[in-house]
């Protein structure tokens, strides 16, 4: 599975807190270890792709005109 297949946003943040609750028992081998990381890191990317494309879809009806929404500077996401 990659960040960059055909699953929804949920499916790929649960397999990727899965990738994160294994790698945090530290009990994997180390072959295993390193291609469950990259395949975090796939999905990270993913997500982070899926969430962007959201934030962008957003729009905010003020003053009777639709605009873009624009996150708070001090928002955390803002940052990314």
Sequence with gaps: MTGT???G???????LQEIVRRLETGELPLEEGVALY?????LAAGCR?????????IKVFSDGVL???DM???S???DD
Aim: net charge negative.
């Design 67 to 69: 605009k873009d929404f």
């Design 9 to 15: 946003f949920e499916e790929q943040l649960a397999r």
């Design 5 to 7: 297949g055909t699953t």
């Design 72 to 74: 708070p500077e001090d």
């Design 38 to 42: 990259k395949e975090g890191l796939e």
């Design 49 to 57: 792709k899926r969430l962007q494309t959201a934030r962008n879809d």
């Design 76 to 78: 955390p996401a803002a």
